[in-house]
């Protein structure tokens, strides 16, 4: 499946976010990978502001999912500190995905095995203090609609 990628700035990344929030739609798993501070939380938290989540986002590190409310709600996962990947199975992460919202998976590399096979990948890496490079992967299934509309290329 296609693939783009692009090197951005802080704001880049949230500009990216934010036009990804309006192409979404509800039942859409958007994977996270990147080292800490790489910029997924960042990401999420744009995305999250242009769904209309007047929330703070912050990492849901002791809850491992934390719901928001927004035109359609974002179900925020972080799986870093997960014991062994099956934890995320067993919080009915399943439910989530069909569920009504967006799913947006912190560290999601962890939990490879649990995701569903349609989904849009994004891998954050650092580069320096402020430019990273971002890859935008879509499953087959997931098709290339959504990141040609995306268009970073
Ligand atoms: P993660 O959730 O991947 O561990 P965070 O989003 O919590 O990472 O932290 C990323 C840090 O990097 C933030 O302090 C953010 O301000 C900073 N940053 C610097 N440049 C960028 C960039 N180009 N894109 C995203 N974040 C950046
Ligand atoms: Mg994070």
Redesign the pocket.
């Known amino acids: 499946m296609n693939m783009c990628r692009k090197v ?3 704001s ?2 949230e500009a990216i976010a934010a036009k990804l929030a309006t192409l979404l739609k509800p039942g859409d798993v958007v994977c996270l990978s ?10 999420t938290k744009a995305l999250g502001k242009a769904m209309g989540i007047r929330e703070n986002i912050t ?1 849901p590190t002791f809850n491992l999912v934390q719901e928001y409310d927004g035109d359609v709600p974002l179900y925020h996962f972080d799986v870093y500190r997960l014991l062994k990947p099956s934890e995320f199975r067993d919080l009915g992460a399943e439910e989530y995905f069909s569920g009504a919202g967006v799913c947006v998976i ?1 560290w999601a590399n962890l939990v490879k095995e649990y995701l569903p096979e349609r989904h849009l990948w994004i891998e ?1 890496k650092w580069l320096d ?4 490079e971002i890859c935008i992967t879509p499953s087959e299934t997931f098709g290339n609609t959504l990141v040609k509309e995306l268009g970073i290329t």
Do not use: C, M
Request: glycine share 14%; net charge positive.
């Open positions: 951005v700035k802080q880049q990344t990147g080292d800490l501070g790489a910029g997924k939380t960042t990401f990492s912190e954050i203090a402020s430019r990273r």
